[in-house]
Each structure stands twice: as C-alpha cells, then as structure tokens.
C-alpha cells in the first residue's frame, strides 16, 4: 500500500512513522508513505496556500488552487482508491473504516488546517471525509498519523502474529479481554487460575465471556443492533 500524506507542517509527522510496527511495515516494503509538504504549490513565492473567507469572519481557508495543482500532480503518479480529508465534520472513524481502507492500493490524505479548506476541493476530489471524534485539533496532522497507524497495522504480514490484529478490541464489535503476564503472584494480587490451566479451549471460552462483560459494561452500544 502507499499513502501520500498533503500538510503544510510535514514536521508533524516525522516521528510518528519510524518506530515500532509502521517502521517494520514500511522495512518489509508493504507500506510506502510520503509526506508532501502542500507550500511546493503555494500561490506566490512567500508559500502562500490560504486566504481570509468570503463573507468575513476569522481564521484563513486553505485556497483552491494549491491543492488542486497538488492533487493533480501526484495522482499523474497514482490512481488513488480514495482522497481522505481529515476533518472534524466527517464520518466518525473506527475499525470498520480502518478495515475498509486497509484493502485499498494507494491513499491520499489531506490534513486541514487554519479554518478548513475550500469547499470546492471537497466537492470535486474529496472522496471520503474522516474524523477521528468529536473534538477540534488544530490540524489534520495527527488524525492523518491515527489513521496510517490503525491501517497500516493490519497490512498482512505486518504484524508477527498473523492473528493479532483480528483478536484487537473491536474487530468483532467486542472489547478485547484482561490480558496478564508475569509474575502469576503480584503483591497478592493474582493472575487468573484458568490462564494458567494449560487448558486452551477453556481459555477461549474465558476470554469470550470476559470480552462480553467488558463490553456490555463499558460499551454497550457496541453489540446494540447486530
Ligand atoms: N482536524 C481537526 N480536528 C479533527 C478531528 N477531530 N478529526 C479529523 N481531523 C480534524
């Protein structure tokens, strides 16, 4: 998979990439990522990419013409499966989404900034708009890095355990069980007698039940309408 990230701070995602999972993703060649920094198409040479909004009122708007020369220029290199903006208005996201995209060939995301972008650039070359929750962040940046992160997880073979990704919380619509590790005696507190039994169907079976009370616990909507 390859995903072209547009931003006007590429300094936002320096970091989030080059560890752990999406490091190894991207190691093995099953992930290609390219932060464009959006000012390479500014509108003058002082790296203006946004204006004041029509009809008044504060915070700039990302201007059309940038990011139609940008979109156009880097789709001569690809065809995307969808242009993503990164938007507080957007279709909430979650592991269905995730899922979805993690099935696609080449991705573009588009972060926001300042008071938003053109509408026209949504209406024209925005296929899909995704927020992470509803809360406003001063940009696009750190939802775009959620967003690779959630994908590019669950790109075959990036992750050791071929199986992990599916037992996440949520792959199933159900929260994921308690898990333990060592000691089996911590201050007294105790790890599970059955996680200790060797006993792997039953185990299966414990943890079935756990993720259920978590879930109706914590998240009943979760299992609500299936
Ligand atoms: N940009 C600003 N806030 C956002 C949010 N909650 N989700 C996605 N993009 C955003």
Redesign the pocket.
Known sequence: MHIDILTVIPELLESPFQHSILKRAQEKGLLTLQVHQLRKWAVNEYGMVDDYQYGGGAGMVMMCEPLTKAIEELSKSRLYDEIIF???D?ETFNQKIANFLSLKENLLLIC?HYKGIDERIREHFVTKE????D???S??EL?AAIIVDAIGRLLPGVLNDETSALTDSFQDNLLAPPVYTRPEDFRGWKVPDILLSGNHKKIEEWRHEEALKRTNKRRPDLTEND
Not at 130 to 133: E, F, K, L, R
């Open positions: 990164l938007t507080p957007g926001g995704i927020s992470i929750g809360y406003v962040l940009g696009g939802p």
